[in-house]
C-alpha cells in the first residue's frame, strides 16, 4: 500500500484490567498485526498511528491531563497531601500544580472514589464528601491556588456536596446534629444554608476559580439523577436510596431558595453523587464533559479531524455511556468532521442499532458469549485479535 491511513486513537480506560495507555496500545498492536499481514510498510505505518489516552472525567483524569501538559509543553509537578476519603480514613492524595503552581488540578476519585473502598465496607448512607471539600480548602488556603480544575467522576459519594460544604465551612440550620449519622437523616431537617461562617474557615473561596469535568450529564434529581442510576452500584439499597432520594429533594429546595431555581436540573448536577449540583450552584463552577476538556488540552479535535480512521472504547458500553462518557464525545466530534469511528468495548449492553444510532461505524465487544470467569483474562490480546479481524473484514490496510 503507497499511502497510509493515519489513525488516531483516543480511549478510556478498561475498568480492572487496562489504564488507558496499555488499551490505547493494544489497538495499535491489532492495527500493526492487520498491516503486517498485509505487507505494510510498519514503521510509516507506526508514525501514522497517533495514540491519546483519554479519561472522561473519572479515574486517571490526573495522569491524563499530566500529559496533555506536557504536550503542551508546560511543566507540572505532584505533590502529596494528606486527607480522608469518604468513610473518614485517613489516605494520600496526589495535587497537579501548573503554570507556576498558580492552577491546580484534583481528581476526585482519589479522594472518595468509590474504588477505594472494597465492596463489603461500601456504606452509602455514611459515605460523605468532606475529605474532598476539605482538600479544597487546604488547596485554597495553604497552598494559596486560586484556580483549579476537578474531575469528579468516578466517586462513592451520594451526598450531593454536603460533606463538602461542611468542610469549607457551611452552616445549617437544623434542629439535630450530625455527629458522623447517616447524611440522609440529617438533611431531612435541614431548613436553610448559611454561609457566614466561611470567611474564617476558607476566606478566599469567593476569590477562587472552578472548573470541573464531568464524566456523566444527568441532573441531580428523578429517575434520570444521581441516586436513582448510580446509588446501587455505590452500595446503597433501595429502601436506603429512596430515603437519600427524599432527602436530597429537601437539600435541593434549601440549595435553590438561597442560589436560583432549577439548579438542580441543570446537566451535570447528578454527577458523582451530586457534586456537580454544590460545585455550580454554590461555588459557580462551569460543568463540562470531561472528555471536551481533555480534547481540547490534547489537542485532540484538531487530530481527529486530518485522521482516515479513529478508534475509541472502554470497558462497559451501556446506557450510562450514552450520558456523556468518553466514546459518546469522540462520536460527536468525529460526525462533526465525517470520520469513521471503531468502538472497542469489553461488554455492551445496548443493541447495535443504538450503537449505530450514537456514532459508531462498527464495533466489537471482547467478551460476548463468554464466562465472567474469562471477561477480565487476556484483554490486551482480545482487543488486539478484535481490532486485527475488524481491519481484515472492512480490507482496512
Known sequence: MDTLPKIVIATDKFKGTLNTEEAANAIKNGILMRGMDSRCNLDTLKENILIYPMADGGEGSLKVMERGLQLCGKES???NIENVNHLGEPITIPILLYNN???????????CGLSLVPKQKRNLLRSTTYGFGDTLRYVIEEMGIRDI??????????????????ALGFRYHNNCVFKNRDFAEFM?????????FVAGVTPHLRDTKFRVACDVNNPLLGESGATMVYGAQKGGT???LQRIENSLRIWAKVIEEKYGE????????????GIGFILNSVLGASLS???ELFSRILGLEKAIASADYVFTGEGKFDKQSLSGKLPVGIAQICKKYNKPLFLITGTSELPAEEIYAAGFTDYVELNKNISERSAF???????MNKVYKLLKDRKIL
Open 188 to 196: 431531612e431537617n435541614i431548613t436553610a444554608i448559611e454561609d457566614k
Open 289 to 291: 464533559p470531561g472528555w
Open 101 to 111: 503552581s498558580t492552577c491546580a488540578f484534583i481528581e476526585m476519585a482519589s479522594i
Open 238 to 240: 433501595p429502601e436506603e
Open 262 to 273: 432549577g439548579l438542580a436540573q441543570r446537566p451535570g448536577a447528578g454527577s458523582a453523587g
Open 77 to 79: 509537578h505532584i505533590e
Open 149 to 166: 480544575t476537578i474531575a469528579i467522576g468516578g466517586s462513592g459519594t451520594n451526598d450531593a456536596g454536603f460533606g463538602a460544604l461542611t
Open 377 to 383: 483474562a487476556h484483554t490486551h490480546e482480545k482487543i
